[in-house]
């Protein structure tokens, strides 16, 4: 038997089909191989020169995420605790991105490990999107509780996700799984969905 250690197959690579008939009422797409780097800092200085390597500040909420285009294209800074957070940017990005939060960090205390084999990505958005997080997850993702730039640890359907709220208005969320949950959260959502898929705007 042979294997094919070449390409690089993405978790969800034969959920496409099935994750596409999640619509009308939601729509997920899989993002694979995002690069995820994991950033330990820990004084104001050094977050600051981080901000400005990556042209996107850091957020300074608990449980938001900052988002915006840089010298390394757009990225995402997600709060993850009071001194870590993941950096979210393109596929094959990570030694850039690794080495200019490394020089970055010159002289202070601080970490970055390359964590982006850890998790897969998911997109879901439309408008009962949020029904279908409802039928798994405890957060409250009322817009007026969680609005736009929301980041934060769950459980959803049992499987420990990070949950993005990227637009309220447009009912767009984004889902960061391991990839060993990852075919398991997607039947969930094909499962919660179900009562959706004929509802109309």
């Known amino acids: 038997m042979t294997v094919d250690t070449t390409t690089p197959h993405s978790p969800l690579e034969a959920w496409s089909d099935r994750l ?26 050094a977050a600051s020169a981080v901000g400005d390597a990556l042209g996107v500040s850091l957020p300074a909420a608990p449980c938001t995420f900052t988002a915006g285009a840089g010298p390394y294209g757009e990225l995402g800074v997600l709060w993850m605790g009071p001194d870590e957070y993941l950096v979210l940017g ?22 970055v490990t390359d964590v982006s084999a850890q998790r897969t990505t998911i997109t879901l958005a439309g408008p009962r999107s949020r029904d279908v997080l409802a039928h798994g997850c405890s957060i409250d993702l009322h817009p007026s509780a969680a609005p736009t730039g929301t980041c934060v640890q769950t459980m959803l359907a049992r499987a420990g996700v990070v949950l993005l709220v990227d637009d309220t208005d447009r009912d767009q969320f984004t889902l960061l799984v391991r990839s060993s949950f990852a075919e398991y959260l997607a039947a969930w959502l094909v499962d919660a969905s179900v009562e959706y898929r004929e509802w109309a705007t």
């Open 20 to 45: 596409a008939r999640l619509a009308p009422g939601a729509r997920a797409v899989e993002q694979p191989f995002l690069t995820q780097l994991t950033l330990r800092v820990t004084d104001s200085a």
């Open 90 to 111: 393109r596929p094959g990005s990570q030694v850039d991105l690794e080495d200019a939060l490394r020089a970055a960090l010159s002289g202070s205390r601080g970490a």
